[in-house]
């Protein structure tokens, strides 16, 4: 097999890589002055299983457009099979048709993937698990959880109640509960705009309790810092985060900063945007992609991946 990596996080690649045995594939990119970009695979690749990793973060549309012209490229350079590996796929939030006339671009991604020559996507914490029946091609989905929970399990008191920052986040946040053994509380959001959130209602007891809030992007940080504040009202003792893909810029690390939110655990799918400070605790799931290649590769079963050890 060849890994290879796009310029979204090469630090991740060469984790995965690493783990797995091996070394990236050689490859060139580059971009005219015009923004155009180039790759050149410097191996050859030909009936080779070629893992293409590219979190599609921030710069999304950047990301993205590079993803395919790699795809692209390994696909004429006679690869075998194509994996796309995305360790956060970007736009899933974009995952419906809830008001006139807009695109549902979770599944327009899923198509130029496709289109490119994508033969399998390896992808990890989708904001939408439905987002997997937008591709008619086999889809491995991971989740950090095995990852979280055990830093959560070792680092966290007891008298835990596990929250979910908004309803969409309610069974999430009920396995995280299952797997620690902990209490489920849910907040009710309301979104004013994309940084204007609105916690308006709590659902659970949390009084006297250690809350550790769960959802699977933070990008403002506004959901997390609105669910905390009603949190502190309703008496949580104290308050952690755990998100599997952290988008967060400065603004967001300040929001967080002057937060009740102690702590913010997040993993290692995309780079970081800033400097995080002392709150963000950034845990690899390198080794679970690894091992979900090496599986892939070997056509053994990823379903134990899923296990809390
Ligand atoms: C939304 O449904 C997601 O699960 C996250 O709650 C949301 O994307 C977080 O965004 P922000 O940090 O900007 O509030």
Partial sequence: ???????????????????????L?????????????????????????????????????????ELLIMIDAAKRASAKRITAVLPYYGY?????????????????VANLLVAAGTNRLLTMDLHAQQIQGFFDIPVDHLYAAPVIVKYLREKTPDNLVVVAPD???????????????????????????AE???ATHLVGDVKGCNAVLVDDITSTAG??????????????????????????NEKGVAKLNASPIEELVVTDSVP????????????????????????IQNDRSVTSLFNIT
């Fill in 1 to 23: 097999m060849k890994i290879l990596a796009g310029r979204a996080h090469t630090g991740l690649a060469e984790r995965i890589a690493k783990a797995a045995g091996t070394e």
């Fill in 25 to 65: 594939c050689g490859a060139e990119i580059s971009q005219f002055p015009d923004g155009e970009i180039f790759v050149k695979i410097t191996e050859n690749i030909r009936g080779r299983d070629v893992y293409i990793v590219q979190p599609t973060s921030f710069p999304p549309n950047e990301n993205l457009m």
């Fill in 92 to 108: 899933a939030r974009q995952d419906r048709k809830d008001q006139p006339r807009v695109p549902i671009t979770a599944k327009l």
């Fill in 167 to 193: 309803t969409g986040g309610l069974k999430v946040a009920a396995a995280y509960a299952d797997m620690l053994g902990a209490g489920v509380a849910v907040v009710g959001k309301e979104r004013k705009s």
């Fill in 196 to 198: 204007d959130v609105e």
């Fill in 223 to 248: 959901t997390l810092v609105a669910a905390a504040n009603l949190l502190v009202e309703a008496g949580a003792a104290s308050i952690r985060a755990a998100v599997s893909h952290s988008l967060l």
């Fill in 272 to 295: 970081s945007r800033c400097d995080t400070g002392n709150k963000v605790k950034v845990l690899s799931v390198a080794e679970l992609l690894a091992d979900a290649v090496c599986r």
